[in-house]
């Protein structure tokens, strides 16, 4: 065996170790992301690093470090910026265990309330549009949120996490490998499945929309799949004068008509 063969057999375990070791931490920046996820399960932080205008604010987080021998550690700006790759982190981040999603079948086959509300992104893949949609699936107190993925990762990344704004730890995020698959056992299960489509006839306002449902939002350029659509109760648009909505925007819209129409139901 030539020495470079040797050398390689050697360092691959390390490797290993170290790709393992970065699947089972997720990185949080911002300070509403950080602390809902410490309210939400303080278990799960493994170390954290802030700025020295957050130190007072911390004392809580670093007194349960100081009980529990976890590292924390104050950062100048620059170094801050390293860690959180970025400059958004608002002077605090939070390395945690990561909150594996589920798979939508676990959603689906679960035990939906009558008047449950579900979202799905077809082909959402901006993190801040992502992010901004999970805080507002959080504000009207969604079931769920369906994401392209095969379960086994992190669907949600660090920039998103911050854009929802503490919304991750208060929607449960599921994913899908083939999201017209899913739509479909939706239907099986009496579900009631809404399209977000700039070209339909019907609008928002006039549709008819039964509880549960789930709401389907697709990419801002291509709109939703022609798979999508095709299981697809029924396709609305927003009525307006403009050329066109923010994805994040027009779920926000969509969601509070479907929060208001499901309060005022019998």
Not at 70 to 87: F, H, M, T, W
Not at 191 to 211: H, N, P, Q, R, Y
Request: glycine letters at 8%.
């Amino acid at each position: 065996m030539s020495e470079k063969t040797t050398s390689f057999v050697k360092t691959r375990p390390d490797r290993v170790r170290k790709q393992y070791k970065k699947q089972e931490e997720f990185t949080l920046y911002g300070w509403n992301a950080c602390m809902s996820a410490f309210k939400a399960r303080p278990e799960s932080l493994l170390r954290i690093f802030f700025s020295r205008a957050r130190t007072s604010q911390l004392k809580e987080v670093k007194a349960f470090c100081g009980e529990n021998k976890i590292p924390y550690r104050q950062l100048d700006q620059e170094s801050l910026n390293k860690v959180a790759s970025g400059v958004h982190h608002e002077g605090v981040v939070m390395v945690v265990r990561p909150l594996p999603p589920q798979s939508a079948h676990r959603l689906i086959r679960g035990k939906m309330p009558d008047k449950g509300l579900v979202v799905a992104l077809d082909g959402i893949d901006n993190p801040h549009n992502q992010g901004a949609i999970l805080r507002t699936c959080a504000f009207f107190d969604i079931e769920g949120l369906m994401v392209p993925g095969n379960g086994k990762a992190t669907a949600i990344p660090s920039s998103a996490a911050r854009m929802a704004e503490g919304g991750l730890e208060e929607v449960p995020v599921f994913t899908s490998s083939d999201l017209s698959s899913a739509l479909r056992d939706c239907r099986e299960q009496g579900w009631f499945v809404v399209g977000a489509d700039a070209d339909a006839k019907e609008t928002l306002f006039s549709a008819k929309i039964k509880f549960p449902a789930v709401v389907v939002m697709g990419n801002e350029q291509e709109g939703l799949s022609s798979r999508v659509k095709q299981r697809c109760d029924t396709r609305v648009r927003i009525p307006g004068k403009g050329q066109s909505l923010n994805v994040s925007v027009a779920a926000g819209i969509i969601l509070a008509e479907l929060d208001r129409r499901r309060k005022n139901s019998k």
